[in-house]
């Protein structure tokens, strides 16, 4: 089977960094994204990888190693808007989404 | 102003109605997508469609049907014989590539009393 597994929830203090990794069992692979969900509200954006190595944009970063079947997402100067759930999803041999439950994030002052 | 718009954003049901989301997008964008969300689970694709006048069953269409008569809507049947159909909705739209990033509708909250 395919399989996207993530951390139900995490906790990080204000102003910290945390990183949340995702492991992957795919039929092939296309490419991982990483979405942001805040509750009761859709999914954004947030990164797109398909070659290894760390991709950088403003207090966010995502990493990649496909041979690891494995990538994390790292924040960094956490604000409190950042509390949301995180959502890695993989782009299978097929161009299918397969997407992981998400891991809740609870950042404390 | 661009973007996806579902609606309504919550909606309520009796057991064994049938009832129809919209979604409507002005991105230009080929491919719509439908996905349910439930608690504790990854997104589950229901239909997705890459052209008009085309689509295709993902993971979970039972009970479920759609249309896409115009390219910028996509709207989702939830009919009578979806035993679960209790759940967050969202449509999702991409420019048309195999592996264009999806972009998100704000969703459909539907509970079925």
């Known amino acids: 089977g395919q399989n996207i597994d993530q951390p139900t929830e995490m906790t990080a203090t204000e102003g910290a960094i945390v990183q949340i990794n995702c492991t992957y069992q795919t039929s092939g692979f296309n490419g991982l994204f990483w979405y942001q969900q805040h509750a009761g509200e859709a999914p954004t954006f947030l990164s797109y990888?398909?070659l290894d190595g760390l991709e950088e944009k403003g207090r966010f970063s995502s990493f990649l190693s496909r041979s690891k079947g494995y990538s994390y997402l790292l924040l960094k100067e956490l604000q409190m808007k950042d509390s949301a759930s995180y959502l890695c999803a993989v782009l299978n041999s097929n161009y299918q989404l397969i997407w992981g439950a998400g891991t809740k994030l609870i950042i404390k002052p | 102003d661009g973007g996806i718009t579902q609606s309504p954003k919550y909606l309520f049901r009796k057991e064994g109605q049938n009832v129809t989301l919209s979604c409507e997008q002005n991105?230009?964008?080929?491919?719509m997508y439908w996905y349910r969300q439930d608690p504790g689970q990854g997104l589950r694709l229901i239909y997705y469609?890459?052209?008009?006048?085309?689509?295709q069953k993902g993971d979970i269409a039972e009970g479920y049907s759609v249309s896409r008569e115009k390219k910028e809507s996509f709207p989702l049947t939830v009919t009578s014989a979806q035993k679960n159909p209790t759940a967050f909705y969202l449509c999702?739209?991409?420019?048309?590539?195999?592996?264009?990033?999806?972009?998100f509708g704000p969703g459909t909250r539907l509970t079925v009393l």
């Open positions: 469609s890459q052209i008009v006048n085309d689509f």
């Open positions: 999702a739209t991409s420019p048309g590539g195999e592996a264009d990033t999806q972009y």
């Open positions: 990888n398909v």
């Open positions: 991105l230009n964008h080929d491919a």
